[in-house]
């Protein structure tokens, strides 16, 4: 039984305890609350008429506030994070937190004089999937789904679907790519990424 | 616009493309033809600096009232092509909305220029005879990069040729209308480029390896369009053919909280 498993159960034990008819797993509608907030501020930045540059960097902020960025940055550097130190993968954390906001922040800039609606919500394996939709000006409504986990001790998301296409695959591809072409060399993709 | 003579050769390679190389199911990634469709990428990625990126900075630069004309007309144009489709597949639903819109974009609509349906909240029901083979049960077949036109798969390809042979639209209205079609598709294509600039720049010019990306994002969006399971790597056990330890991010294995 590795360490990890044995502090899940100690914490299911010790949270059951405590907390009496407490579900232990995330519940759909604490997740669906989180997206119902994460998509309030993205359309309260849509529509606060600042300037593009002011909006990007509000987006960044959004995306640090509700992302469970330890557990993508885990994900996206794959099998590699496994031959990692503990010094390394903090750095790496880091420098993915700059990357992904940055990166997703200047992309939210689509959704300007646009909204996004909460649908619904359903359960996935490692968590709640919630469901929107969104309507961009001159375009058909189209799918985003964001996948919410509470493994981190709170409610964020950790995925974001667009149309079938999955964000945490897609970085892992990146990722993946940026190492390769760095002959594996994890410190030079930490420094590099934190230039991006 | 074509012959019988002409349609069956197409017909004939349609079908034995989308017989060839079935993966096994569930592949993520089938690209046995990764080299040459790499060479045909960087191809499409010239043509797209040298002509398609240009261009569209000259759209983008026009007024959407003007733009929006030349891409409603080309999606108008798709309409009856997709009502087979629909038909074909059994989707009565979306056969019927999808002549509605025809009806009603080319009559109010004055020829598809303006697109009344979409206000009246009857959105395009979006297919093609690619979805309709999936939808027959013809396998997906490998990845590939067409010239010009970009990723597609030896079924998407296979329904390309076919969609492109057998045109309803040739039944429907004059020849003239039918030969502004060509430079309909071109102006939407240009502008469409124009209007996901950012996007598509960050795909094809930010990242590391923009053959990969582009491949991923093709195949996992029309996988999503043709309505087949695109659970992520963590949302399936057993079956999923992607997975490895590290698919699953909150693992038992690897607890990432245990340092904080």
């Known amino acids: 039984m590795t360490p990890a498993i044995r502090r899940r159960s100690f914490l299911l034990l010790t949270g059951a305890a405590c907390l009496p008819g407490a579900a232990w797993a995330l519940s759909g509608s604490e997740a669906r609350s989180l997206v119902d907030l994460l998509v309030a501020d993205i359309n309260a930045v849509i529509a606060s008429g600042k300037s593009e540059a002011e909006m990007i960097k509000d987006f960044e902020g959004i995306f640090d506030r509700y992302a469970d960025v330890p557990i993508m940055a885990r994900y996206?550097?794959?099998?590699?994070?496994?031959?990692?130190?503990?010094?390394?993968?903090?750095?790496?954390?880091?420098?993915?937190?700059?990357?992904?906001?940055?990166?997703?922040?200047?992309?939210?800039?689509?959704?300007i004089g646009g909204r996004i609606d909460v649908q619904g919500e359903s359960a996935i394996p490692r968590g709640v999937q919630v469901e929107t939709m969104a309507n961009l000006r001159g375009q058909a409504p189209f799918r985003v789904d964001f996948h919410v986990s509470d493994a981190s001790g709170k409610a964020l998301f950790f995925n974001i679907i667009i149309e079938g296409?999955?964000?945490?695959?897609?970085?892992?591809?990146?990722?993946?790519?940026?190492?390769?072409?760095?002959?594996?060399?994890?410190?030079r993709l930490i420094t590099d990424l934190r230039a991006l | 616009?074509?012959?019988?003579?002409?349609?069956?050769?197409?017909?004939?390679?349609?079908?034995?493309?989308?017989?060839?190389s079935a993966a096994p199911d569930g592949t993520l990634i089938n690209d046995p033809y990764e080299g040459a469709n790499r060479r045909v990428h960087d191809f499409n990625t010239g043509l797209d600096k040298a002509l398609?990126?240009?261009?569209?900075?000259?759209?983008?630069?026009?007024?959407?009232?003007?733009?929006?004309r030349v891409v409603e007309f080309a999606d108008n144009l798709?309409?009856?092509?997709?009502?087979?489709?629909?038909?074909?597949?059994?989707d009565l639903e979306g056969a019927i909305s999808n002549t509605f819109r025809f009806v009603l974009n080319t009559t109010i609509g004055l020829g598809g220029?303006?697109?009344?349906?979409?206000?009246?909240?009857?959105?395009?029901?979006?297919?093609?005879?690619?979805?309709?083979?999936?939808?027959?049960?013809?396998?997906?077949?490998?990845?590939?990069?067409?010239?010009?036109l970009g990723p597609s798969t030896e079924r998407d390809t296979a329904g390309l040729l076919?969609?492109?042979?057998?045109?309803?639209?040739?039944?429907?209205?004059?020849?003239?209308?039918?030969?502004?079609?060509?430079?309909?598709?071109?102006?939407?294509?240009?502008?469409?480029?124009?209007?996901?600039?950012?996007?598509?720049?960050?795909?094809?010019?930010?990242?590391?390896?923009?053959?990969?990306?582009?491949?991923l994002l093709y195949l996992q969006n029309r996988r999503f369009d043709l309505g087949v399971s695109v659970d992520s790597s963590y949302m399936e056990g057993g079956a999923d053919p992607y997975a490895d330890p590290y698919a699953d991010p909150y693992g038992d294995f690897v607890d990432p909280y245990e340092d904080f």
């Open chain 1, 76 to 111: 996206a550097l794959g099998a590699d994070a496994r031959s990692a130190s503990a010094a390394q993968m903090k750095a790496f954390t880091e420098a993915f937190r700059t990357y992904i906001s940055a990166k997703y922040g200047r992309r939210f800039r689509e959704f």
């Open chain 2, 162 to 215: 076919v969609d492109f042979a057998f045109d309803p639209l040739q039944f429907l209205v004059p020849v003239e209308a039918q030969e502004t079609q060509p430079y309909a598709f071109v102006g939407k294509k240009v502008i469409s480029r124009g209007r996901f600039g950012s996007t598509v720049d960050s795909l094809l010019y930010e990242s590391a390896d923009p053959y990969a990306q582009a491949r």
């Open chain 2, 113 to 148: 220029l303006f697109d009344p349906a979409d206000e009246a909240g009857v959105y395009e029901k979006t297919t093609d005879f690619g979805q309709t083979l999936a939808v027959w049960g013809v396998p997906e077949g490998a990845y590939i990069v067409l010239p010009f």
């Open chain 1, 165 to 187: 296409i999955d964000m945490l695959l897609s970085e892992r591809t990146e990722i993946g790519a940026m190492l390769d072409q760095r002959r594996g060399d994890l410190d």
């Open chain 2, 78 to 90: 798709a309409l009856p092509g997709m009502v087979v489709n629909g038909l074909l597949q059994g």
């Open chain 2, 52 to 68: 398609l990126r240009p261009a569209s900075e000259v759209t983008e630069a026009l007024p959407d009232a003007l733009t929006d």
């Open chain 2, 1 to 20: 616009m074509y012959k019988r003579s002409q349609i069956l050769p197409l017909v004939f390679l349609a079908a034995t493309l989308a017989g060839c």
